[in-house]
């Protein structure tokens, strides 16, 4: 026998299962620039790294640089990236992928 009680917690049970499947909010990107409290200016190289990574895998080739970049700074500015995770990618990435050129080789002497 189903009583009262056991409909209110399949009704429970079910309302979660809806708020898994609902799609998250996702906040515009001028109102997460301008949430920013701190390391303004440290997380736009993280940003340029993000974007530079992000462009050289093969599922974002198809997106312009303006999507790359909306996307890069998406992610680094909601905090689906962590900033110290993507910090210590930048110290250990190649010179050619942190943006960094290669020292300069001195001039030969005649």
């Not at 409290?37 to 080739?61: C, M, N, P």
Request: zero cysteines.
């Amino acid at each position: 026998m189903v009583t009262t009680a056991d409909k209110k917690k399949t009704a429970a049970a079910e309302e979660v299962k809806a708020e898994d499947k609902a799609p998250l909010v996702e906040k515009p990107l001028e109102e997460l620039i301008l949430n920013k409290t701190h390391g303004k200016y440290q997380v736009v190289e993280l940003i340029s790294f993000r974007a530079k990574w992000l462009r050289s895998q093969e599922d974002h080739r198809h997106l312009t640089q303006t999507e790359v970049l909306e996307l890069a700074m998406r992610e680094v500015l909601s905090g689906a990236i962590s900033e110290e995770d993507l910090m210590k990618q930048l110290l250990a990435a190649p010179a050619a992928l942190n943006g960094k050129k290669e020292a300069e080789k001195p001039a030969k002497k005649k």
